[in-house]
Each structure stands twice: as C-alpha cells, then as structure tokens.
C-alpha cells in the first residue's frame, strides 16, 4: 500500500515534470525557430506595440515552468535515487550497485546537468536580459545593444542543449546501460537536429507571408 502512493506520487511528478517541461522547451523553439526570424522583419515601431504584449507573455510561460520542470524533476530525482521506501534517504539501488554506480544514473546525471544549466540561464541570463529589453522597448528608451546579444547567444545555448538533455531524460527508463558511444552518438544527434532546425528557421513556413512571386 505505502509503495503504491509512493509510486503513484513517482507518476504525478512526472507527469508534471514532462507537462511543464513540454512548455518551457516549446517556448524555447518557438523563441529560437520562429521569434528570431520574425523581429528581424518587424519596425521598431511595430516592436513596441508586439513585443511586450507578445513576448511578455511567453517569457512568463517560459521561466516559470521551467521553474516547475526544476522542482518537479529533483523531486524525483530525490525520489528515485536518493530514498528507499522503508530505508530511508541515502542513493538507492537504481543509483548504485556492488559494482559501482548504474547506468541508468549515468544517463539521468547527464541529462540533469544539461536541465540544470539550461535552468540557470533561463532565471540568471536571458530573463534578467529580456525583462531589461522589453522594457525599454515599451517605453521608447535605447536598448543595451550587449543585451540582445547575449540574451540571443544564451537562447541559442540552451536550444542546443535541449537535444543531448533530452537523450539524458529519456535514455534512464528507455534504454538501458550507459557506454560513452552511445552517450556521444546521443550528444551528436541532438545538436545536429538543433542545427538542422535553426538552419531552416529563416525560411521555413514564410511561403504564405513572402509568395513565389514577390521573391526577387
Ligand atoms: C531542469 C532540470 C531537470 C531535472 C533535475 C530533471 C530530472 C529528471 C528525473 C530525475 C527524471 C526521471 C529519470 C528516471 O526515471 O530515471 C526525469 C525524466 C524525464 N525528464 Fe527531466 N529533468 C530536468 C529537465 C527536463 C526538461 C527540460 C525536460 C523537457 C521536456 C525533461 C523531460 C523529461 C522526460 C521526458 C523524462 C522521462 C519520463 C519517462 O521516461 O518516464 N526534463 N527528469
């Protein structure tokens, strides 16, 4: 009966942490495949009255749950790897072994490592950056030009970190061992997806907005 709350406590987190972790990386693409090539078509004047009502909303569905996809995830981090029903806290069997620690802990260090930085500068670089641009933009005052510049460079990090983090996240329950040719095969496939999107973001989904006939 106490396993089964406390396994069903396990499936509500996560499912609250792929709930959340789906909006926060939604907005991440959306910022990255869409925004980017979209303010690069927009006047300064029609910036103030789009960017604030536009981004200021998905900036709040951005960070915050990507706050919920933290918390929610080291939860069960602590949950699964750090405390056994009837033990109590200390690393569990799926942590380590006799033989050293798992390979399913592994997989999960790698993709927490990479959740965790994204985490960091989501709340400690782009929104401190963005909450200052779209600000002075809303007021008609010059913008930093350093902000956008890193707040762009910072954005694009965390795009490509989301490929290999995913392969962190997934790779624990759906996989199996970890060796490092897997883990770099893992690594490479998520940039180059990242890649692959970003390299059509400046034109993809524009045939409606820039006909066959207005192209030069
Ligand atoms: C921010 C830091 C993050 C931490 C600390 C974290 C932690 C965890 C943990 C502990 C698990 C369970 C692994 C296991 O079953 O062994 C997990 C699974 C998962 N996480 Fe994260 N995570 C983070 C970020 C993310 C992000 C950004 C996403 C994006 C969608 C994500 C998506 C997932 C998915 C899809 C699973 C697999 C669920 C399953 O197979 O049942 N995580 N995460």
Same mark, same amino acid.
């Given at each position: 009966?106490?396993?089964?709350?406390?396994?069903?406590?396990?499936?509500?987190?996560?499912?609250?942490?792929?709930?959340?972790?789906?909006?926060?990386?939604?907005?991440l693409?959306?910022?990255?495949?869409?925004?980017?090539?979209?303010?690069?078509?927009?006047?300064?004047?029609?910036?103030?009255? =789009?960017? +604030?009502? @536009?981004?200021? #909303? &998905?900036?709040?569905?951005? /960070?915050?749950? $990507?706050?919920?996809?933290f918390?929610?995830?080291?939860?069960?981090?602590?949950?699964?790897?750090?405390?056994?029903?009837?033990?109590?806290?200390?690393?569990?069997?799926?942590?380590?072994?006799?033989?050293?620690?798992?390979?399913?802990?592994?997989?999960?260090?790698?993709?927490?490592?990479?959740?965790?930085?994204?985490?960091?500068?989501?709340?400690?670089?782009?929104?401190?950056?963005?909450?200052?641009i779209l600000?002075?933009?809303?007021?008609?005052?010059? =913008?930093? +030009?350093? @902000?956008?510049? #890193? &707040?762009?460079?910072?954005? /694009?990090?965390? $795009?490509?970190?989301?490929?290999?983090?995913?392969?962190?996240?997934?790779?624990?329950?759906?996989?199996?061992?970890?060796?490092?040719?897997?883990?770099?095969?893992?690594?490479?496939?998520?940039?180059?997806?990242?890649?692959?999107?970003?390299?059509?973001?400046?034109?993809?989904?524009?045939?409606?907005?820039?006909?066959?006939?207005?192209?030069?």
């Open positions: 009966m106490l396993t089964d709350v406390y396994t069903s406590l396990q499936l509500l987190l996560r499912w609250i942490h792929v709930f959340a972790g789906i909006i926060w990386v939604g907005h693409y959306f910022f990255n495949f869409v925004n980017v090539p979209f303010q690069a078509v927009l006047s300064a004047d029609m910036k103030k009255v =789009v960017n +604030p009502q @536009l981004l200021g #909303r &998905a900036f709040w569905w951005f /960070r915050w749950t $990507a706050m919920v996809t918390i929610a995830g080291f939860l069960l981090f602590t949950m699964l790897y750090m405390y056994t029903p009837g033990v109590g806290f200390g690393p569990s069997d799926l942590w380590r072994t006799a033989d050293g620690m798992t390979g399913r802990a592994m997989w999960i260090s790698l993709g927490m490592l990479l959740g965790f930085g994204m985490w960091a500068n989501v709340w400690f670089v782009i929104w401190p950056a963005q909450k200052k600000t002075a933009v809303r007021d008609g005052q010059p =913008v930093d +030009p350093a @902000l956008p510049k #890193r &707040a762009l460079k910072v954005s /694009r990090a965390n $795009a490509y970190l989301s490929g290999p983090m995913l392969f962190g996240m997934l790779a624990p329950n759906h996989f199996g061992g970890f060796d490092i040719v897997s883990a770099i095969v893992a690594i490479a496939l998520g940039l180059v997806a990242i890649w692959w999107a970003i390299g059509q973001s400046s034109s993809a989904g524009t045939d409606i907005a820039t006909p066959p006939s207005a192209k030069t």
